[in-house]
């Protein structure tokens, strides 16, 4: 229940129900309260839900750890050189790396302060500080780091386990399913992350852990076969279903493409990619073609498995509320990388947004959403959706929602804040290089424009900055380098300060130079040529 429209969101307390017994402030990010078996729901109704998931842009800070695991017993201390320029790969963005490490290892890791303005880049000191076994391992790691290797990874790899790096998400997908029966079968354990499992034997046989990657592979063979399928959709449709979000989003996981394709029949949705992934879209597209929605939230595998049964059961009630909130049913199963959603179209949009919203209570290390201006979608997928695919290749799931311009993000903490962290430079960097204005009216538009498009060529010219008007719907988008929208920001907002918010004859004819009835070309005043 929430106390208000606005602020904090109280819940009752009602022991053994499931029902968070304290306060969350929406939109800053934190909660607090007595976290017991029978705490974990989220706070529904009123402003929305307690939790780290409101407000802002959504790339702030979740804190962070700091120091390694106590150690009981006698403690060592070795020191390493490294060279300055490396350090920073040790402590990760943000100090994950170290944190990590530091969990992992039971040592303390101590690097040196920061080297000082002027000083000459050379080797620095780390000490490692732990018992003897655990400091060797923590070396190993750190030389792992070094190379560029995930911590986990490599202290895996000392463990002795069998490693499957650059999974799929929809082979992960299916390996989560079948991850059971590969362990009865083989007789190993399976840890799967966001792109790549870890194989250990039970008894410590190697070739076991080789065999059972072998397994892996034949049972992934089918799903990982590229083949093509047309789909039929409505003409009237057909818009609608190719741009539909969860369809976008399979594309961008998976390599998948989707194009609009004629055939006898009529017209259709051409899909290439993974024989399993079109098998998604298909059904997809059938939902759509029936007036029903369809969307995915993707989970880091055994995300959910990990879960106490009493945070299970308690996740579970919230999922119950969700559904009877929104009427879209909602499914996840213990062991998939994904919750799946249906309903219609409206339905499947907020039990979306309210799910994630939900997984980002319970897991708050392991998961997080970027809300985005929209304007920047574009610029954060990059050129070809080159900038998205380097942020799924970082051992988390990341999924843009170009739609409703959120970023999902879940794996372990420190690929969480590794791609959090590149989300937050590259929108700093897209301030400073893009403006984004919305006018009042046409009028403003061709004002910009000029006649036949002279004002705004000579705005491009003398600016260096790219400038796109949309007519339409009255916006003006700027880009360039950051001196350059900076001075095309200052022209554009003189013109349209002088054409005001009319059409008729004077549109188009403002001068940014002396804010005359006439364009830059023509002032006396000499103006910028035409």
Same mark, same amino acid.
């Given at each position: 229940?929430?106390?208000?429209?606005?602020?904090?969101?109280?819940?009752?307390?009602?022991?053994?129900?499931?029902?968070?017994?304290?306060?969350?402030?929406?939109?800053?990010?934190?909660?607090?309260?007595?976290?017991?078996? %029978?705490?974990?729901?989220?706070?529904?109704?009123?402003?929305?839900?307690?939790?780290?998931?409101?407000?802002?842009?959504?790339?702030?800070?979740?804190?962070?750890?700091?120091?390694?695991?106590?150690?009981?017993?006698?403690?060592?201390?070795?020191?390493?050189?490294?060279?300055?320029?490396?350090?920073?790969?040790?402590?990760?963005?943000?100090?994950?790396?170290?944190?990590?490490?530091?969990?992992?290892?039971?040592?303390?890791?101590?690097?040196?302060?920061?080297?000082?303005?002027?000083?000459?880049?050379?080797?620095?000191?780390?000490?490692?500080?732990?018992?003897?076994?655990?400091?060797?391992?923590?070396?190993?790691?750190?030389?792992?780091?070094?190379?560029?290797?995930?911590?986990?990874?490599?202290?895996?790899?000392?463990?002795?386990?069998?490693?499957?790096?650059?999974?799929?998400?929809?082979?992960?997908?299916?390996?989560?399913?079948?991850?059971?029966?590969?362990?009865?079968?083989?007789?190993?354990?399976?840890?799967?992350?966001?792109?790549?499992?870890?194989?250990?034997?039970?008894?410590?046989?190697?070739?076991?852990?080789?065999?059972?990657?072998?397994?892996?592979?034949?049972?992934?063979?089918?799903?990982?076969?590229?083949?093509?399928?047309?789909?039929?959709?409505?003409?009237?449709?057909?818009?609608?279903?190719?741009?539909?979000?969860?369809?976008?989003?399979?594309?961008?996981?998976?390599?998948?493409?989707?194009?609009?394709?004629?055939?006898?029949?009529?017209?259709?949705?051409?899909?290439?990619?993974? %024989?399993?992934?079109?098998?998604?879209?298909?059904?997809?597209?059938?939902?759509?073609?029936?007036?029903?929605?369809?969307?995915?939230?993707?989970?880091?595998?055994?995300?959910?498995?990990?879960?106490?049964?009493?945070?299970?059961?308690?996740?579970?009630?919230?999922?119950?509320?969700?559904?009877?909130?929104?009427?879209?049913?909602?499914?996840?199963?213990?062991?998939?990388?994904?919750?799946?959603?249906?309903?219609?179209?409206?339905?499947?949009?907020?039990?979306?947004?309210?799910?994630?919203?939900?997984?980002?209570?319970?897991?708050?290390?392991?998961?997080?959403?970027?809300?985005?201006?929209?304007?920047?979608?574009?610029?954060?997928?990059?050129?070809?959706?080159?900038?998205?695919?380097?942020?799924?290749?970082?051992?988390?799931?990341?999924?843009?929602?170009?739609?409703?311009?959120?970023?999902?993000?879940?794996?372990?903490?420190?690929?969480?804040?590794?791609?959090?962290?590149?989300?937050?430079?590259?929108?700093?960097?897209?301030?400073?290089?893009?403006?984004?204005?919305?006018?009042?009216?046409?009028?403003?538009?061709?004002?910009?424009?000029?006649?036949?498009?002279?004002?705004?060529?000579?705005?491009?010219?003398?600016?260096?900055?790219?400038?796109?008007?949309?007519?339409?719907?009255?916006?003006?988008?700027?880009?360039?380098?950051?001196?350059?929208?900076?001075?095309?920001?200052?022209?554009?907002?003189?013109?349209?300060?002088?054409?005001?918010?009319?059409?008729?004859?004077?549109?188009?004819?403002?001068?940014?130079?002396?804010?005359?009835?006439?364009?830059?070309?023509?002032?006396?005043?000499?103006?910028?040529?035409?």
């Amino acid at each position: 229940l929430c106390s208000g429209a606005d602020a904090f969101c109280t819940s009752l307390v009602m022991k053994g129900t499931g029902v968070y017994a304290g306060k969350g402030k929406v939109g800053n990010g934190t909660k607090s309260g007595s976290h017991g078996s %029978s705490a974990a729901s989220y706070c529904a109704g009123g402003a929305g839900y307690s939790g780290k998931c409101g407000g802002g842009r959504g790339f702030g800070g979740k804190g962070g750890g700091g120091g390694g695991k106590s150690v009981m017993g006698p403690k060592d201390e070795e020191v390493i050189e490294v060279d300055d320029r490396d350090i920073g790969r040790i402590i990760g963005k943000g100090g994950g790396t170290i944190r990590e490490l530091q969990d992992l290892t039971g040592c303390r890791i101590i690097t040196p302060e920061r080297r000082a303005d002027g000083e000459e880049p050379g080797l620095r000191v780390v000490r490692i500080q732990g018992p003897r076994d655990a400091i060797v391992r923590c070396k190993e790691a750190i030389n792992g780091v070094l190379m560029g290797d995930d911590p986990r990874d490599v202290i895996a790899e000392i463990d002795g386990a069998v490693l499957m790096k650059n999974i799929d998400p929809m082979s992960m997908g299916h390996l989560a399913k079948i991850k059971g029966q590969i362990e009865q079968d083989q007789g190993v354990a399976l840890d799967l992350d966001a792109r790549s499992v870890r194989i250990w034997a039970k008894d410590g046989n190697r070739e076991k852990s080789i065999a059972a990657r072998e397994a892996i592979e034949e049972a992934m063979e089918d799903i990982t076969t590229v083949d093509t399928l047309t789909v039929p959709v409505p003409g009237h449709l057909v818009n609608q279903v190719i741009n539909d979000s969860a369809l976008r989003q399979l594309q961008d996981q998976t390599g998948l493409t989707a194009n609009v394709a004629k055939t006898d029949e009529g017209t259709g949705i051409r899909l290439t990619g993974l %024989s399993g992934a079109i098998q998604e879209a298909k059904a997809i597209i059938e939902r759509r073609n029936q007036g029903e929605g369809a969307a995915f939230v993707p989970l880091m595998p055994g995300l959910v498995s990990r879960m106490t049964p009493n945070n299970f059961a308690d996740l579970q009630r919230d999922l119950a509320f969700l559904m009877q909130k929104t009427g879209a049913h909602v499914e996840i199963i213990e062991g998939s990388n994904r919750a799946n959603i249906q309903g219609g179209p409206e339905q499947v949009r907020e039990a979306k947004a309210e799910l994630i919203q939900v997984l980002c209570y319970h897991f708050p290390r392991e998961c997080d959403v970027v809300n985005l201006p929209p304007e920047s979608v574009d610029w954060i997928a990059g050129e070809d959706d080159r900038e998205l695919m380097r942020l799924q290749s970082q051992g988390a799931v990341a999924a843009l929602d170009r739609a409703a311009a959120t970023m999902w993000i879940c794996g372990n903490q420190r690929s969480v804040e590794m791609i959090r962290n590149r989300i937050r430079n590259s929108l700093q960097r897209w301030d400073r290089e893009h403006f984004f204005l919305k006018l009042a009216s046409q009028g403003q538009c061709f004002a910009i424009i000029g006649r036949g498009g002279a004002s705004i060529r000579e705005l491009q010219s003398s600016t260096g900055a790219r400038i796109d008007v949309d007519t339409n719907h009255c916006t003006v988008m700027i880009a360039g380098k950051e001196e350059s929208v900076r001075e095309a920001k200052r022209r554009v907002l003189e013109i349209t300060s002088g054409a005001g918010g009319g059409k008729g004859d004077s549109a188009g004819r403002s001068c940014y130079s002396c804010g005359g009835d006439h364009l830059a070309r023509d002032c006396p005043r000499g103006g910028a040529g035409g």
